[in-house]
């Protein structure tokens, strides 16, 4: 396998991993990795994370997408908590990190692409998301009920009217409050059912916007 061969394989692709290689070039994964750490060196592969890599600006045809990233770099997964409440334009700051959620032990990786933080919940609340275009792409980010619960969840303590406060949530109106109520009741968290009702009156003064479907 030489580079041009790569990169017309994987060129059109937003990243790859050693898998993929070894189908497509039946060469062994040491000899894979050599080559690839050259490249590498050379700066004409990035890697991401063990395994995974993407080629440079310079070689890949398509565009750099780190939600897009996020998604394949560790699976099953999809964008969740502060990015995707920053995806609704829910919360007033912009998350530069990308968080998602996962059924499999939690992970942090830093890279080229920016940093992604994988959370893990129990697989029976791994539910809640679809796809959504995020710059012209389909990426799996959560419904924006979801996003607010597995926020509620992964973060310990409380969730007391003042503190809900303090996060200033808007655009409350991309919120369904049945959806909401029956996302929350799967959880069986009588904490996260607390934080919900709050959450609900706390809006409930500040706007009379609700999505009721």
């Not at 980010?141 to 303590?157: I, N, S």
Request: proline fraction near 5%; aromatic fraction near 12%; hydrophobic fraction near 40%.
């Amino acid at each position: 396998m030489n580079f041009d061969s790569l990169a017309q394989c994987v060129g059109g692709l937003p990243c790859f991993d050693l898998p993929l290689l070894a189908q497509a070039f039946t060469v062994k994964r040491p000899v894979l990795r050599v080559q690839l750490s050259r490249w590498m060196k050379e700066g004409k592969v990035i890697g991401l994370r063990r395994g995974m890599y993407m080629l440079s600006d310079t070689y890949r045809r398509v565009p750099l997408n780190p939600a897009v990233l996020a998604n394949q770099l560790y699976g099953p997964s999809y964008l969740s908590g502060l990015w995707a409440l920053g995806y609704y334009d829910m919360i007033p700051e912009r998350v530069v990190w990308f968080t998602s959620v996962t059924s499999r032990v939690p992970r942090r990786f830093e890279n080229h692409a920016g940093v992604f933080e994988y959370r893990n919940i129990k697989q029976a609340n791994f539910f809640g998301y679809g796809a959504r275009k995020v710059g012209g792409q389909d990426v799996m980010v959560a419904d924006p009920e979801k996003a607010l619960l597995d926020y509620w969840h992964l973060t310990p303590g409380e969730w007391t009217l003042p503190r809900l406060a303090e996060m200033r949530y808007q655009h409350a109106d991309c919120v369904s409050r049945e959806r909401l109520k029956d996302y929350a009741a799967r959880f069986n968290s009588a904490r996260l059912n607390r934080a919900m009702e709050r959450w609900v009156h706390l809006i409930a003064e500040e706007t009379e916007g609700w999505v009721t479907v």
